[in-house]
């Protein structure tokens, strides 16, 4: 069965830095990585990506502040965030795409609160 685990999330004071990690038993160096979001009462939206050969994307929102990252020996994506804003408070997934397949996993998230 196939799992796909978040953690580091916590609750932070605005301006603080957190990183979460996102634990995967796929075949993770042919995997798209991702990280999205959902604030409450608003839809799930991506955050950052990475793709199977490094390439990185990132909405405006977090550009300069937030740095994803991947070990494929560890088999495990990150997600640095820096310079942390209240409005970068959700429950944050990991989702894992197989290109060309329908091979789509998500982790069961992990709640990052930025407040003081």
């Known amino acids: 069965q196939v799992q796909v685990v978040e953690s580091g999330g916590a609750l932070v004071q605005p301006g603080g830095s957190l990183r979460l990690s996102c634990a995967t038993s796929i075949t993770f160096s042919y995997y798209v990585m991702g990280w999205y979001r959902q604030a409450p009462g608003k839809q799930r939206e991506l955050v950052a990506s990475?793709?199977?050969?490094?390439?990185?994307n990132y909405v405006d929102a977090v550009k300069g502040r937030f740095t994803i990252s991947r070990d494929n020996v560890k088999s495990t994506v990150y997600l640095q965030m820096n310079s942390l804003k209240s409005e970068d408070t959700a429950v944050y997934y990991c989702?894992?795409?197989?290109?060309?397949?329908?091979?789509?996993?998500w982790g069961q998230g992990t709640q990052v609160t930025v407040s003081s």
């Open positions: 990475i793709s199977n050969r490094g390439a990185t």
């Open positions: 989702r894992a795409n197989l290109p060309g397949s329908s091979n789509v996993y």
